[in-house]
């Protein structure tokens, strides 16, 4: 099977609600959906969504970097494809589109258990009386993984954290600061709630300062997930062995599509290292690539924080999974 053409479309999702974090706020999900098509008529489907706080790409910085290796990957099998591709300099979300639908065209997204996964559901970083309204609407219906944004005001955030503690104790609270606060923050913040249960404080401080988030994991019983500190592989192993957090977060959109995360999964694997699961807020078809490792993956990924699905407006008929409350079914091939 030999690349023929790579064309684009930029697409838009409405959402249900604001979806706010320490870095970004964000009403309509944008995405660039690539489709890679074939000598043989098949066309491979991949997406990237625009998330230039956290990968530096902005929709029309994902188009040019299609466009720019574009012309390196006519004329090439698809394994060949896959090895140019890696080898480019552009951005992982532009790379994980095109590595989606490369993957697509070689078979990958089959699954081995259909038995149906969970996903967390994202409570916005608010005042804490929305906050608290937020989790308990998602707790009464059925939705009791909570994964909790949190912001700068380190005195918010040990109240929300506090309060959804004792006002729904069979919650389970993975706590997400986005890297908002300081060294000195993040170990208050962990002195403050460490009798409480939670199950996880995600990225604490900068990425950038791996000595700080290893002496806020040294500081604390609370596992510490790395996540924006975790593109690839490379920043993985050196997270892993330096110590610096108990956990990583794998996204497609960070380490540069299926076939490098399928890497990480694999060294998760072998070294007994507990992962996160997640996603940026993304389109159908990233999100099907991304449930299709979740599920076979299960054994490794912990959890799964891909609820981008439940925040649609609307529900969307392109997803090879269904999701009830926060259960996810398989329910057939389209992707
Ligand atoms: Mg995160």
């Excluded at 249900?16 to 959906?33: G, Q, Y």
């Excluded at 790409?57 to 720019?68: A, F, P, R, V």
């Excluded at 497609?252 to 070294?271: F, T």
């Excluded at 507990?274 to 159908?284: A, F, Q, Y």
Aim: net charge negative; glycine share 4%.
């Amino acid at each position: 099977m030999i690349i023929k053409n790579i064309n684009t479309e930029v697409k838009y999702i409405a959402l249900k609600i604001p979806f706010i974090t320490a870095l970004r706020r964000v009403e309509v999900i944008e995405f660039v959906r690539v489709y890679v098509i074939c000598d043989e008529g098949k066309v491979g489907i991949g997406e990237a969504p625009a998330t230039m706080a956290i990968t530096g790409e902005d929709i029309s910085i994902i188009l040019e970097s299609i466009q720019k290796v574009k012309d390196s990957l006519v004329g090439l099998e698809i394994k060949k494809a896959l090895e140019v591709l890696h080898e480019q300099s552009i951005g992982s979300s532009a790379k994980a589109a095109i590595d989606i639908a490369l993957m697509n065209l070689l078979g990958f997204f089959k699954l081995e258990d259909t038995s149906f996964i969970q996903t967390d559901i994202t409570i916005s970083l608010n005042p804490i009386e929305t906050m608290l309204r937020d989790a308990n609407r998602a707790c009464e219906n059925g939705m009791s993984i909570l994964k909790v944004k949190l912001g700068s005001d380190i005195n918010h955030a040990i109240e929300v954290t506090q309060k959804l503690s004792l006002d729904l104790p069979e919650a389970q609270l993975l706590i997400d600061a986005n890297q908002a606060w300081s060294l000195d923050e993040s170990l208050m913040y962990v002195n403050a709630v460490e009798g409480l249960s939670i199950e996880l404080i995600e990225q604490p401080v900068i990425a950038e300062d791996l000595k700080a988030l290893k002496l806020v994991t040294d500081a604390t019983k609370i596992p510490i997930l790395a996540d924006e500190a975790t593109f690839t592989l490379q920043d993985i192993k050196k997270v892993v062995q330096t110590k610096s957090a108990d956990m990583i977060n794998i996204k497609l959109m960070k380490c540069g599509g299926v076939s490098r995360a399928v890497e990480i999964l694999e060294y998760a694997r072998k070294n007994s290292i507990k992962c996160m699961l997640g996603s940026m807020l993304e389109g159908p078809y990233s999100i099907n690539a991304a449930l299709y490792l979740a599920f076979n993956y299960r054994d490794v990924i912990e959890y799964v924080d891909l609820d981008s699905p439940l925040l649609y407006k609307e529900v969307s008929d392109e997803l090879d999974f269904s999701f009830l409350g926060n259960l996810i079914n398989f329910s057939g091939r389209k992707f």
